[in-house]
């Protein structure tokens, strides 16, 4: 089943703060891999954050693509099988539909990982 991303899109000004989120259907997996992607207008889609994810241990692995590193935060409430992308500092650069994707592994995702995307959500940062 595809992960559902919540409304928590939409519009902000340049500067302002976004959170976007996204339930994984079913149980937490022993290990999983969830990713935010997002496709600007023109432009292909890219990988902006990642997060590993060991369910025993309890621990995980962040990576940002280096337009949103140190703005954007993404996190995982395990109980809820549950990520964030927490987006500071909005740029308009940022205006994009975004999707989010999981598998139940610890690797590392590309947009070349998957074929089939869910709807995503439209975030649109302007003055």
């Known amino acids: 089943q595809m992960p559902l991303v919540l409304p928590g899109g939409g519009w902000a000004q340049p500067g302002e703060s976004l959170r976007l989120t996204c339930v994984i259907p079913?149980?937490?997996?022993?290990?999983?891999?969830t990713g935010w992607f997002r496709q600007a207008p023109g432009k292909e889609r890219e990988i902006v954050a990642q997060?590993?994810?060991?369910?025993?241990?309890?621990?995980?692995?962040?990576d940002y693509s280096d337009s949103v590193k140190d703005r954007f935060t993404i996190s995982r409430d395990n109980a809820k099988n549950t990520v964030y992308l927490q987006m500071n500092n909005l740029k308009v650069e940022d205006t994009a539909a975004y999707y989010c994707m999981s598998l139940p592994d610890w690797l590392v995702l590309t947009v070349d990982t998957f074929r089939t995307w869910g709807p995503g959500t439209q975030v649109t940062v302007s003055s």
């Open positions: 997060i590993r994810w060991n369910t025993s241990s309890g621990g995980g692995k962040e």
């Open positions: 079913g149980p937490p997996a022993k290990t999983s891999t």
